[in-house]
């Protein structure tokens, strides 16, 4: 495999933080320091209802479906 296909990650996130930092101000962390998974899904279920979603929203909601559907299994696995 080579490093771009094992580092395709770093390019995924463009705001490295900025969903712990979210988490951090509306509770969305467990008492470990993580996201919790559950907080995430809600806020993604509720969010992808939406209609009319601000650019911050859209932003955020992609931020949580790539943690709920990739990085929160990657961080299960170690």
Do not use: C, F
């Not at 770093?10 to 559950?38: M, V």
């Amino acid at each position: 495999m080579t490093v771009a296909k094992k580092k395709w990650i770093q390019k995924a996130i463009k705001r490295p933080g900025a969903l712990r930092k979210y988490a951090e101000a509306h509770g969305g962390l467990t008492e470990e320091g993580r996201i919790s998974r559950d907080w995430a899904k809600k806020l993604a279920a509720r969010l992808s209802r939406k209609e009319d979603k601000t650019e911050d929203e859209t932003r955020l909601l992609k931020q949580l479906n790539l943690y709920v559907h990739q990085l929160s299994g990657m961080a299960r696995e170690k």
